[in-house]
């Protein structure tokens, strides 16, 4: 089971930018699958982003044209790059790393987009 550790998190202004950074520990992060989910106060966990272990990328509507999801393999890691970032942007950000019955999230990261 992949442990994943999310970092980037923080507070930013409306049109403002953050890169979230997902690391995964153990040795097979290339055939994870990987996305990034974000759950706001009073409100179900939903996708934002996810990037397949082939490297296909998918996005919410809300988030297109706005965020970038990308991995480096040789690193473990999986970015979210985040511009443009609006208020109902704020959430808590997860990361999350599936493959065959293996589903793994990491603790969350707190971005708040205000003035």
């Known amino acids: 089971q992949v442990q994943l550790v999310e970092s980037g998190g923080g507070l930013v202004q409306p049109g403002g930018s953050l890169r979230l950074s997902c690391v995964a520990s153990?040795?097979?992060?290339?055939?994870?699958?990987m996305g990034w989910y974000r759950q706001a106060p009073g409100k179900q966990r939903e996708l934002v982003a996810l990037?397949?272990?082939?490297?296909?990328?998918n996005y919410a509507d809300s988030v297109k044209g706005r965020f970038t999801i990308s991995r480096d393999n040789a690193k473990n890691t999986v970015y979210l790059q985040m511009n443009s970032l609006k208020p109902e942007d704020t959430a808590v950000y997860y990361c999350?790393?599936?493959?065959?019955?293996?589903?793994?999230w990491g603790q969350g990261t707190q971005v708040t987009v205000s003035p």
């Open positions: 990037i397949t272990s082939g490297g296909t990328t």
């Open positions: 999350n790393a599936n493959y065959a019955i293996f589903d793994s």
């Open positions: 153990g040795s097979i992060f290339s055939r994870y699958n």
